[in-house]
């Protein structure tokens, strides 16, 4: 089976003042169509320059990136991007927020098919009722929220999100992550989440790639062999923890610490 | 009650600034070639009623023109700054130096070479004084501008100018009218430079330097008090644009 996203053999650079900075370092990642993969690596290994990759906003050095079996090269319509920042533009409501992609993405969509749809997507994230409020009147969790509507508004097949959930607390960012999955269900699409939270990466990914420190390779890939239908209670169970296990001691190979004894 | 209190403290302040200002007048016993009092005011604003309609329209309509070539100048100028690196290094100093220039030196320049154009030397003044702020306004509000919102709209392929349009420029919005309120004020400083200065001139300017040659202080103190009336009206009206075009840059008051 064709794999949706392939990322082969990318290296990348970046020129500073004190010469070449090396991020990416023949990295391969394949996510087949529907799959989710999450990505996890030590801080700044990298994982930035990845989603800018797959949406086509800047080229690698050397390698590939495949979205549909055609070579990425520039930005395209159909990848959806969220990021650690909602982005939200405050002098527009929820719902114009939401809406946005589609006047880029399809100009002569009629304007109440745009709000039909950016309405449901709000009705599934539990934002119904604000959808005239202006961003700065929301929560940080209601803004990420709005965010993830408006990045899959347009119906993208590829959608990138950036470490989406790092700056909401804990039982917020839990709450988001059942958002995320009940949206998975209604609405395919393909995912690559990168993420600092290893609880996060097992419970909403497919796979989870490991990356190394920078430059990032992949170091270890994980099938997280989970039921679809997920709830945070499996975080608990033996499997996951198990995961979880193996997963914080590949992190620690991938700082340069798997001597320590913690 | 609070709609009461908004405009009955701004107008108690006033009168009370009238108040004291007579009073000060009449305690030292100044005659009024020494300092006019309020009450001098109303006598001379009625004397030179006709001349006051025409010279205010004259600064007004000149002030406004030259804010309005400001305002397109100095947003392209931003715009070129905030959206090219090299334009940006070479622009400003130029830019520095020339705001650098204390304007009321360039007048005599400015009569000089374009002699007996007092319309468009004033304009020219009361624009080179006012296009500074909006310039720079624009373009560090553009070069500020954080990655992500481009990337937002970049990554579904837009054009540079649907990104400009769509979030750069009501993004700079609320900048724009913070310098747009500094530049009213100077505008009208460049119109009166020249009104005043140069000589035949126009508008308020030259009617304040007529009573300073007919020793008519208390025209000379109705100028000033139109000027700020003709002032108050520009800031205000730059206030409702603001509320109109970038109200959302305010937070609900809680």
Known sequence: MANLIDIKGVTHAYRTKSGLLPVLDNLNIAVPEGEFAAVVGPSGCGKSTLTRLVA????PDQGEVWLHGERVTSPRKTVGMAFQNPVLLEWRSILENVILPLEIVAPRM???????????????????????????ELSGGMRQRASLCRAIVHKPDVLIMDEPFGALDNFTREDLWQTMRDLRAAEPFTCVLITHDLRESVFLGDQVFVLSGRPARTQMVLDVD???????????????????????????IAQGRDGDAH | METLQKIAVPILAVVLFLLAWEALVWVNDWPNYKMASPSDLPPAFWKFRWLFLEMGWQTLWRTVLGLVLAVLFGTMIGMIMGFSRIARDGLYPLLVGFNAIPKATLVPVISLIFIGQHDFNTVLMAFLISFFPIAVSVGIGLSTLEPEYRDILRSLGASRLTIFRKIALPKTLPEFFGALKVSVTLAFIGTNLVEIVAPHGRGLGAL????????????????????AALGILLYYAVLVLERIFAGWAERPQS
């Open chain 1, 110 to 136: 009629p304007q109440q098919d745009r709000e039909a749809r950016a309405m449901h997507l709000l009705e599934m994230v539990g934002l119904k009722g604000f959808e005239g409020k202006r961003p700065s």
């Open chain 1, 226 to 252: 989970l039921p679809a239908d997920r709830t945070l209670d499996i975080l608990y169970q033996p499997k996951a923890q198990e995961m979880l296990h193996t997963l914080r001691d590949q992190i620690r």
């Open chain 2, 208 to 227: 304040f330097k007529s009573g300073e040659t007919n020793g008519d202080y208390p025209l000379m103190f109705a100028v000033l008090i139109a000027l």
């Open chain 1, 56 to 59: 086509g906003l800047m080229k």
